[in-house]
Every structure is written in structure tokens, then in C-alpha cells.
T-cell receptor
């Protein structure tokens, strides 16, 4: 199994530009999570999908952030327009059930200049 | 509400033991533990689903006291490979504690 696959690994963009982060969960996992990690705020849950349906998006910072999961094997997190304070490592994680723990992807390190 | 972890950081010599604590002001129904090495993703260690449960992973074990809303992670005879940041997570709302940085020195 290739694990949770995220792309790109690194993204450097200018303030105001649109950024799209991608995630392919492990096949058969029906839960998908997007987290953001910074030194100041630690690991923050942004959004949680179950069976491709967004269940909890209360962690999405503001309207500039949006996430979709059009099918069981793909999810995107979009930031438009991006700001320097969005710089962080964004992790996608998937799970086959809450009793089994999460498998994290390698993360996307986003730098907005 | 984010779980609270203590200590924030700990430095050990190889072979020493450590305990990392996780507590919540709200009810904890289940707890999971992860280790993250620098520049890498968090890696799942174990999950405790009910009060009184104890589990082990190599020489790392954990306990969960549901009534006290607490969980503890025990690292026995620590190895250099145990260095990293340990996170506890509250499974019911998918939030993680701030992490405990563990450094094991030779």
C-alpha cells in the first residue's frame, strides 16, 4: 500500500495567488481529515469527511479556505486568495474507522510570500 | 477543546523511563497517541477505546482513565529512536494536544 499520498510536497506562492493541495487517501479508508500544523498553533483540524461528505468544517479558518472530496480516492484543499499567515505544513490523514487511528500523508509545506 | 499534555518537553538518557500525560476538561471517550519525528508526518502508536484499557507497542505502553479524563504514555528503557514529539488525540472530536517533545541522548 502506498499510504496517503499528498501533492505537492512543497509549494511557494505569492500572496493573493490561489493554492490547491491534493490528497489521495488509502483505498478503503472512509474517513479523511485535513490538518494544518504550525509551531504556534500545533496540529489544527480543518475539516473532516466521512464517505466523501463533509461532516465538520468548523476548523476552516475563513471563507478563503475550501475543501472538496468528489470521490473516495481524491480530496483537495484550496486557499484563495492566499496570505502569508497561511504558511504552514498541511497534512491529510485517512482512517478506516475511528477505532483504528489515522494514517497521515507526508504533508505539503506551504510558504506564502 | 484541545487536550492538555505534560510535560511540554523532556530530555532523557538512553535506557531511562518517561511518562507523558494527557488530560481533558471535557469527557474523553477514547484516546489515541502519535509520534512525530522532525520533518516527518505523525505516526500512529496506539488507541485506547475504553476506560481502564492498557496497551503496549514495543516498550511503549499507555493507560486510559475515562473517569479522570486522563491518559498516560509510558516509555520504558528509552532508545534513541524514541526521540520526537508525542501527541495525544481526543478521538471524539479529532483534536490533538500541543505535543510533548522527547529527546533521548546517548
Amino acid at each position: 500500500d502506498a499510504g496517503v499520498i499528498q501533492s505537492p510536497r512543497h509549494e511557494v506562492t505569492e500572496m493573493g495567488q490561489e493554492v490547491t493541495l491534493r490528497c489521495k487517501p488509502i483505498s478503503g479508508h472512509n474517513s479523511l481529515f485535513w490538518y494544518r500544523q504550525t509551531m504556534m498553533r500545533g496540529l489544527e483540524l480543518l475539516i473532516y469527511f466521512n464517505n466523501n461528505v463533509p461532516i465538520d468544517d468548523s476548523g476552516m479558518p475563513e471563507d478563503r479556505f475550501s475543501a472538496k472530496m468528489p470521490n473516495a480516492s481524491f480530496s483537495t484543499l484550496k486557499i484563495q486568495p492566499s496570505e502569508p499567515r497561511d504558511s504552514a505544513v498541511y497534512f491529510c490523514a485517512s482512517s478506516t474507522g475511528l477505532q483504528y487511528g489515522y494514517t497521515f500523508g507526508s504533508g505539503t509545506r506551504l510558504t506564502v510570500v | 477543546q484541545q487536550p492538555v499534555q505534560s510535560p511540554q518537553a523532556v530530555i532523557l538518557r538512553e535506557g531511562e523511563d518517561a511518562v507523558i500525560n494527557c488530560s481533558s476538561s471535557k469527557a474523553l471517550y477514547s484516546v489515541h497517541w502519535y509520534r512525530q519525528k522532525h520533518g516527518e508526518a505523525p505516526v500512529f502508536l496506539m488507541i485506547l477505546l475504553k476506560g481502564g484499557e492498557q496497551k503496549g507497542h514495543e516498550k511503549i505502553s499507555a493507560s486510559f482513565n475515562e473517569k479522570k479524563q486522563q491518559s498516560s504514555l509510558y516509555l520504558t528503557a528509552s532508545q534513541l529512536s524514541y526521540s520526537g514529539t508525542y501527541f495525544c488525540g481526543a478521538n471524539q472530536n479529532f483534536v490533538f494536544g500541543p505535543g510533548t517533545r522527547l529527546s533521548v541522548l546517548p
